[in-house]
């Protein structure tokens, strides 16, 4: 007979700690698949000068770039790893519109209305609480302000899923 040896259970790691351990080939990998869609979803926020954008779940800010110059940007995200490949970025690209904090987007530091544009680029399927995110990010928005929504996942629905 077969005896069953019980050894350690493995530890649960936070999401923070899985992206921290992707972040030095995140952008090489995931973020080069989602480059072209990242853009045409910042397009659709027809941003004007002066225009404050959070982006939600900013990770490696592989989306700053795509940001005019004269709005201001702020990511935040959770992992540390991922804001410190962003940081390399402003730094690199000269972004000095933008700035990265380190925070969860399901309790986000900021004051209400205080965002004319949110985006949550591939945030909103990986956060514990989505409907807890979306509340949030409507209660950060100004009247009149836009949130875009980029995601991964093939919807079945099949017009939306074809434009994906």
């Given at each position: 007979?077969?005896?069953?040896?019980?050894?350690?259970?493995?530890?649960?790691?936070?999401?923070?700690?899985?992206?921290?351990?992707?972040?030095?080939?995140?952008?090489?990998?995931?973020?080069?698949?989602?480059?072209?869609?990242?853009?045409?979803?910042?397009?659709?926020?027809?941003?004007?000068?002066?225009?404050?954008v959070?982006?939600?779940?900013?990770g490696?800010?592989?989306?700053?770039?795509?940001?005019?110059?004269?709005?201001?940007?702020?990511?935040?995200?959770?992992?540390?790893?991922?804001?410190?490949?962003?940081?390399?970025?402003l730094?690199?690209?000269?972004?000095?519109?933008?700035?990265?904090?380190?925070?969860?987007?399901?309790?986000?530091?900021?004051?209400?209305?205080?965002?004319?544009?949110?985006?949550?680029?591939?945030?909103?399927?990986?956060?514990?609480?989505?409907?807890?995110t979306l509340?949030?990010?409507?209660?950060?928005?100004?009247?009149?302000?836009?949130?875009?929504?980029?995601?991964?996942?093939?919807?079945?629905?099949?017009?939306?899923?074809?434009?994906?």
């Open positions: 007979m077969r005896k069953v040896v019980s050894g350690k259970k493995a530890k649960k790691q936070e999401p923070s700690q899985v992206y921290d351990r992707w972040a030095g080939v995140y952008d090489l990998t995931f973020g080069k698949l989602v480059e072209r869609k990242l853009e045409q979803a910042l397009l659709q926020l027809h941003m004007k000068p002066g225009d404050r959070l982006d939600m779940g900013v490696t800010g592989a989306s700053l770039g795509y940001y005019p110059r004269d709005v201001k940007v702020v990511g935040i995200d959770l992992s540390e790893g991922m804001l410190r490949q962003g940081l390399e970025k730094e690199d690209d000269d972004l000095p519109h933008c700035q990265l904090v380190c925070g969860d987007a399901m309790l986000p530091p900021f004051a209400p209305q205080s965002f004319d544009h949110i985006v949550m680029a591939h945030t909103i399927s990986v956060v514990p609480d989505p409907a807890r509340l949030w990010a409507s209660r950060l928005l100004r009247p009149e302000g836009k949130l875009v929504l980029l995601n991964h996942f093939l919807s079945e629905c099949e017009p939306i899923g074809m434009a994906i």
